[in-house]
């Protein structure tokens, strides 16, 4: 495996990542929240909640929670969405 290919494999996220990234994302425009806002309001670094939302990162369960209660989202719903979005129910 080329070291490109294996970076490429490494950053492809799970189906649960990208389902959780477009829900938090959905909600974020809905909102008309900016990346900066969202992290502004989060405390966290805008590259970090950019990487987040565009699953390019998997979020950790605490900074999950924080942005989902900066989104005004039951963190169990979305999961529970996600999940279903991504076939696991």
């Known amino acids: 495996m080329t070291a490109l290919v294996a970076v490429a494999s490494h950053l492809e996220a799970d189906p649960l990542t990208r389902e959780v990234a477009r829900l938090l ?3 974020r425009k809905e909102r008309g929240m900016t990346f900066r806002e969202l992290a502004l309001k989060t ?6 909640v950019v990487r ?3 699953g390019e990162r998997t979020t950790p369960l605490d900074a999950f929670v924080i942005i ?3 989104l005004q989202l039951d963190p169990a719903v979305v999961i529970a969405e996600a999940q279903r979005g991504a076939g696991w129910q």
């Open 25 to 27: 994302t959905n909600a």
């Open 43 to 48: 405390g966290l670094g805008q590259a970090t």
């Open 52 to 54: 987040y939302l565009y």
């Open 68 to 70: 989902c209660d900066a």
